[in-house]
């Protein structure tokens, strides 16, 4: 892999990619549900490029079923990017982690969805793999300069139950019970030394009653509550926003040291991300 100083793209001042960020955030805020698809539709497959260097961006869908045409269309899009480049130079860019792969393709996908098919196509063509999320422990820590620690708590909380729902995971014998104490002494591993959260009880129970304290209503755990972070509903809803703005901020940063270290990129990642990011690459590659 070559390593090279030059600036391939040009950089954004801080202020001006949080800038950036911001304002396509409340452009899709500002959207009714058929307008997002449509700007959806236009917006968050794209790829960029200088005389010096490229990507190409594909916003996925969080989706676990193989048979989703959505499959399909991103092997269509990585071989076509893939086609007469020297792939010591190409990288592929996931959100969350890197996913373990198994021999088989549709597992993965039901495993980690869009994740694991484009990690699994990657390692395949010897084209290596990289993550482009901002530390959790930095990102929390973030947080807690706007938010109290049970809230920040019970957001990630509410995060990662999702994937407890997701249509076509994998489902195995656990209970929602046991899954919730699965990834609750995740979160006391990953929190419990910061300072704020050395006394915090990551327990279901305290869960459930900081629900209450927040919602008002007894916890039902098939009622989904909604965290979208550009609804005002609760200040889930605002802890949603400011995680994902810093997420945001993060990838872009993270994109942009990789190109300007001579990787190009294929990216897959959330199609909202994707949206998001978008103007500010663009600007960069101007």
């Known amino acids: 892999m070559r390593k090279n100083k030059t600036e391939f793209i040009r950089s954004l001042t801080d202020d001006e990619l949080y800038k950036s960020i911001s304002e396509q955030d409340s452009l899709l805020a500002s959207l009714t549900k058929a307008q997002l698809e449509r700007y959806k539709h236009q917006n968050s497959h794209y790829s960029l490029s200088n005389e010096q260097t490229t990507l190409e961006y594909f916003g996925a869908e ?22 007469g480049k020297d792939l010591t130079n190409v990288s592929v860019l996931v959100e969350g982690s890197v996913p ?57 909380y509410l995060r990662a139950i999702r994937d407890y729902f997701r249509l076509g995971r994998i489902q195995d014998e656990t209970s929602f019970e046991d899954y919730s104490k699965q990834l609750l002494k995740k979160h006391k591993q990953l929190y419990g030394g910061l300072e704020e959260f050395s006394n915090f009880d990551f327990s279901l129970e305290n869960i459930i009653k900081i629900h209450k304290d927040i919602i008002g209503s007894e916890f039902d755990p098939n009622a ?63």
């Open 62 to 83: 969080h989706i676990f079923d193989p048979k989703n045409p959505q499959f399909s269309s991103i092997e269509r899009a990585f071989n076509a990017y893939l086609f």
């Open 100 to 156: 373990a792969t198994t021999n088989n393709i549709e597992q993965d996908i039901r495993f980690t969805g869009e994740r694991g098919f484009i990690t699994h196509l990657a390692r395949d063509k010897g084209v290596e793999v990289k993550c482009i999320e901002p530390d959790r422990v930095a990102e929390a820590v973030f947080l807690l300069e706007q938010f109290q620690p049970y809230e920040i708590e019970y957001y990630y």
């Open 224 to 286: 989904r509550l909604d965290i979208n972070p550009r609804n005002t509903n609760t200040v889930i809803n605002y802890i949603s926003k400011a995680s994902s703005n810093f997420r945001d901020f993060f990838h872009v940063r993270a994109i942009e040291g990789l190109l300007n270290e001579g990787y190009i990129l294929f990216i897959v990642n959330g199609y909202e991300h994707a949206i998001v990011q978008r103007p500010a690459l663009e600007t960069m590659f101007s």
